[in-house]
């Protein structure tokens, strides 16, 4: 028996072997993340005439467990862009410290930040581009940051802009985009509205939200890593409003009682 | 990681991109998910080089497996103009792979373009340029940029110019060439078509006897239409190819962009 008391409440090494304090050493090679861990799922945006609208759940699931639900996965870029995070929550907030440095810097350089569209400011397709670099840089790293991310705001010209970057660097733009199971069931809805640029500068702010709220509906029936409580933001050149307390209104379960044939349930 | 490159069904099964779930060749049970750098993004380019132009053509459409990320993520880009807006650029590249690392191809050798224009006062050559862009892919031989690119411009003495690579730098100049998901569909129709194989003379012979059919130059004319129809075919039978056609006309007055829709199925 071994009285020392270092000893005291451990496992005994005579029956489970020494301990294994090999992770505890810094030296040997570098744990990158391998697999997201705490996750958000989708985010969806669409253009309109003046400016882009952005949606995503207030959800954090660990694997199917509903863990944490109050995250806001949008987040407020200078006053200027809404960014939207999917994927891995850590890895969000690391980039979201990251962003709040640089639009700090930002603010430094260019010290009226109040006109999204003003020369030397970033706006969001500079942000879009930073991102996009600092995501590939880090998968060529083998250390990836394990999101999909969607940037909202307006470019130089001040034409509405949308675009995607995710954990490989692969960039798009369009004039609907949605992450994970939103690219299934809510891209289609919204190219019904907005099949090309041309159609979405025909669309009004209102439409816009009407559509994004209704695709937050469908995802919430569908996805079971989803949540009826999401956060909405419109970017336009008069700026960013997030609202995070958004509830899914109007919803209706009858199609539910249609559906057989799963679990228990045998006929 | 052979087969990651080949187009050969029989050593990684159909080549869609979706084919990217972790392979297995561990002991019974065990299983690590590791990091995957690479996907593919679909898509498809073509390239043909006329007697004193080039025309470059990609579709414009981006997937992620059965999804289409966008309609409209162009592969085929002018290199090396003096500004951002590329108006006095002479040369085009097309990629088509990888998006990301396309996208990191196409932004490396624009810059090494610039530079050198900015140094030597005058564009780079598509020669010299090819050259290059054989070094920038072969200095990732052992994490490669997983792109196929080609190479258009007009050569030293104003003849159309197509250079194509593999991902890892191999190069040759050609006639014509296609590239990327329905490249295996493309090139034999170009053969045909552009270089006249399997074309002979009617009632010249049997067997040995019979004569080619000669080759000339085709017209600027002639080659859109077969652009467009090669990818009107390739829309057919792949699902990664699709929505829109952008092509790039190099002659010696500058380079014309010129977009037409594809089905969007």
């Given at each position: 028996m071994d009285h020392r008391p270092q000893a005291w409440g451990r496992?005994?090494?005579?029956?489970?072997?020494?301990?294994?304090?090999?992770?505890?050493?810094?030296?040997?090679?570098k744990q990158a993340t391998q697999a997201p861990i705490v996750t958000g799922t989708s985010v969806i945006a669409l253009k309109f005439k003046d400016g882009v609208v952005i949606a995503a759940d207030n959800l954090a699931s660990y694997g199917s467990l509903a863990r944490f639900t109050d995250v806001k996965r949008l987040r407020n870029f200078a006053g200027t862009s809404v960014i939207g995070f999917g994927g891995d929550v850590s890895d969000m907030q690391y980039l979201d410290r990251h962003l709040e440095d640089l639009a700090i810097d930002e603010a430094y350089d260019t010290p009226e930040p109040?006109?999204?569209?003003?020369?030397?400011?970033?706006?969001?397709?500079n942000l879009h581009k930073y991102l996009r670099n600092l995501m590939y840089s880090r998968r060529n790293d083998f250390n990836p940051l394990w999101?999909?991310?969607?940037?909202?705001?307006?470019?130089s010209e001040s034409k509405p802009y949308l675009a995607s970057v995710d954990l490989r660097g692969t960039t798009f733009t369009a004039p609907s985009l949605a992450t994970g199971f939103g690219a299934a069931l809510a891209t289609p809805i919204m190219r019904r509205y907005a099949e090309t640029d041309e159609e979405a500068s025909k669309l009004s702010r209102e439409e816009a939200v009407d559509v994004i709220r209704?695709?937050?509906k469908v995802l919430f029936y569908r996805d079971a890593r989803s949540m009826d409580k999401y956060s909405l933001a419109v970017v336009t050149k008069d700026g960013v409003e997030i609202s995070e307390t958004e509830q899914l209104e109007k919803q209706s379960w009858a199609f539910a009682d249609r559906i057989k044939g799963y679990g228990t349930q045998t006929v | 990681m052979a087969a990651m490159f080949s187009q050969n069904p029989i050593m990684n099964g159909p080549n869609y991109s979706f084919n990217d779930a972790p392979r297995v060749n561990a002991p019974e049970g065990a299983r690590q998910h590791r990091f995957d750098p690479y996907t593919d993004n679909g898509g498809s380019t073509l390239a043909i080089a006329g007697a004193d132009f080039a025309i470059m053509a990609g579709d414009t459409r981006s997937t992620s497996g059965y999804s289409i990320n966008s309609r409209y993520s162009p592969k085929v880009f002018k290199i090396g103009g003096t500004t951002s807006d590329q108006h006095d650029a002479t040369l085009v590249l097309s990629v088509v792979g990888f998006a990301a690392d396309g996208e990191a191809l196409k932004e490396k050798l624009d810059a090494i373009c610039k530079m050198y224009r900015y140094r030597h006062g005058k564009a780079m050559s598509v020669e010299a340029c090819s050259r290059k862009l054989s070094m920038i892919l072969y200095q990732k031989r052992f994490f490669p940029y997983y792109a196929y690119a080609i190479l258009g411009g007009l050569d030293e003495e104003g003849k159309g110019a197509v250079y194509s690579y593999d991902p890892v730098g191999s190069c040759e100049r050609e006639q014509c060439r296609a590239g990327g998901a329905a490249a295996s569909l493309i090139m034999p129709f170009l053969d045909n078509q552009v270089n006249f194989k399997n074309q002979y003379e009617p009632g010249s012979g049997e067997g040995h006897a019979l004569q080619e059919r000669e080759r000339r130059p085709l017209t600027r004319q002639e080659v859109e239409i077969l652009v467009k129809d090669a990818f009107d075919g390739a829309v057919e039978r792949h699902i990664e190819v699709g929505d829109g056609l952008q092509m790039m006309v190099i002659t010696k007055e500058g380079i014309e962009e010129i977009y037409l829709p594809l089905k969007k199925d």
């Open positions: 496992p005994r090494d005579d029956i489970y072997g020494a301990y294994d304090a090999s992770y505890l050493h810094s030296n040997g090679p109040s006109d999204a569209t003003a020369q030397g400011h970033l706006n969001a397709a999101n999909q991310i969607l940037i909202a705001g307006l470019d209704e695709c937050m | -």
